[in-house]
């Protein structure tokens, strides 16, 4: 059965970086495609960036440029490097097996900007 662990959430200034990390637990790593979302309060989950198992990748808009994801096959971990960050891109942060199914979903991580 396949788990999500999310850390590296946290409290940050406009303009400063956080590393999001996403462990895997289970079989399957190498051949799913990995995605982060994040839910705002009062609004509805969205798809910031995904990464598919042959390591292309895209991104919201909104977060093109500030944003990247990555892999590492060894650590059965995806990461979201954040920079530049917003007060609008306070919100929790989830990691998301894409595919194949199941669909599985980290329990989330919570990332405030604010000064």
């Known amino acids: 059965q396949v788990q999500l662990v999310e850390s590296g959430g946290g409290l940050v200034l406009p303009g400063g970086s956080l590393r999001l990390s996403c462990v895997y637990s289970g079989s399957g790593f190498r051949i799913s495609g990995m995605g982060w979302y994040r839910q705002a309060p009062g609004k509805e989950r969205e798809r910031v960036a995904v990464l598919t198992a042959a390591d292309t990748t895209n991104y919201a808009d909104s977060v093109k440029g500030r944003f990247t994801i990555s892999r590492d096959n060894a650590k059965r971990t995806v990461y979201l490097q954040m920079n530049s960050l917003k007060p609008e891109d306070t919100a929790v942060y989830y990691c998301?097996?894409?595919?194949?199914?199941?669909?599985?979903w980290g329990q989330g991580t919570l990332v405030t900007v604010s000064s």
């Open positions: 998301h097996r894409e595919y194949p199914d199941p669909f599985v």
